[in-house]
């Protein structure tokens, strides 16, 4: 198996950025998309006798509200994989990657899940983009958009919301010492959004939500 991944490795030497995204506020990139990565992988892994398979896919998924007002869902996986070589046999242990994808419908998963073979594809074969060292070029960040409480609020009060993700928000809030900050809570008083997503979740918790 290690050979015959081997020789896929040396057979893939690069795949450039050259997939096209214009995003708007989010500006224009250029990324190695999923197509482009299949197929230049599909006609090498068949040359070679060495097949892909998922084996377990572990997703969560959580509904929002874009700036348009639109509803997206957007969808997380992470996929265990096992490669078989020509013979039958394995790679020693199983891989992992992981992959998110926003949709209006019902691809979010299958997005998500071929995200994660990218992923899986580039990194265990160690695809260089052939692109120049990024060392090379001074990027200066810009902050990263924080969540309002205001709207952790909302998300905690869609019935929708489960309790897992109500503890996930609750964790999110603690980790940044944000449990304390008050919002308007849904009878008009003011509330601390830590104390609402545990009042919501003991709610949930009594009503079997």
Same mark, same amino acid.
């Given at each position: 198996?290690?050979?015959?991944?081997?020789?896929?490795?040396?057979?893939?030497?690069?795949?450039?950025?050259?997939?096209?995204?214009?995003?708007?506020?989010?500006?224009?990139?250029?990324?190695?998309?999923?197509?482009?990565?299949?197929?230049?992988?599909?006609?090498?892994?068949?040359?070679?006798?060495?097949?892909?398979?998922?084996?377990?896919?572990?997703?969560?998924?959580?509904?929002?509200?874009?700036?348009?007002?639109?509803?997206?869902?957007?969808?997380?996986?992470?996929? =265990?994989?096992?490669?078989?070589?020509? &013979?039958?046999?394995?790679?020693? /242990?199983?891989?992992?990657?992981? !992959? %998110? *994808?926003?949709?209006?419908?019902?691809?979010?998963?299958?997005?998500?899940?071929?995200?994660?073979?990218?992923?899986?594809?580039? =990194?265990?074969?160690?695809?260089?983009? &052939?692109?120049?060292?990024?060392? /090379?070029?001074?990027?200066?960040? !810009? %902050? *990263?958009?924080?969540?309002?409480?205001?709207?952790?609020?909302?998300?905690?009060?869609?019935?929708?919301?489960?309790?897992?993700?109500?503890?996930?928000?609750?964790?999110?809030?603690?980790?940044?010492?944000?449990?304390?900050?008050?919002?308007?809570? %849904?009878?008009?008083?003011?509330?601390?959004?830590?104390?609402?997503?545990?009042?919501?979740?003991?709610?949930?918790?009594?009503?079997?939500?």
């Amino acid at each position: 198996m290690h050979v015959a991944w081997q020789r896929v490795m040396t057979s893939i030497r690069k795949i450039g950025k050259r997939d096209e995204f214009k995003g708007g506020t989010a500006g224009t990139f250029n990324f190695r998309g999923v197509d482009r990565t299949v197929n230049n992988f599909a006609p090498v892994l068949r040359e070679h006798g060495v097949l892909v398979l998922p084996v377990k896919v572990d997703a969560s998924y959580r509904d929002f509200k874009n700036n348009n007002n639109k509803i997206q869902r957007e969808c997380t996986v992470t996929v =265990t994989w096992m490669v078989i070589g020509p &013979g039958g046999d394995t790679l020693p /242990s199983t891989l992992q990657s992981a !992959g %998110e *994808a926003l949709d209006t419908s019902d691809k979010g998963t299958a997005k998500a899940q071929s995200v994660a073979l990218r992923v899986l594809l580039l =990194t265990a074969a160690m695809v260089p983009t &052939g692109d120049p060292d990024p060392d /090379s070029q001074y990027i200066e960040r !810009g %902050e *990263a958009q924080v969540r309002t409480a205001a709207n952790y609020r909302d998300e905690a009060l869609e019935e929708t919301t489960s309790k897992t993700r109500l503890r996930q928000m609750h964790w999110e809030l603690k980790s940044a010492r944000r449990l304390g900050e008050l919002v308007e809570n %849904e009878v008009g008083d003011e509330e601390a959004i830590g104390d609402l997503i545990v009042r919501v979740g003991k709610s949930r918790e009594a009503g079997g939500a």
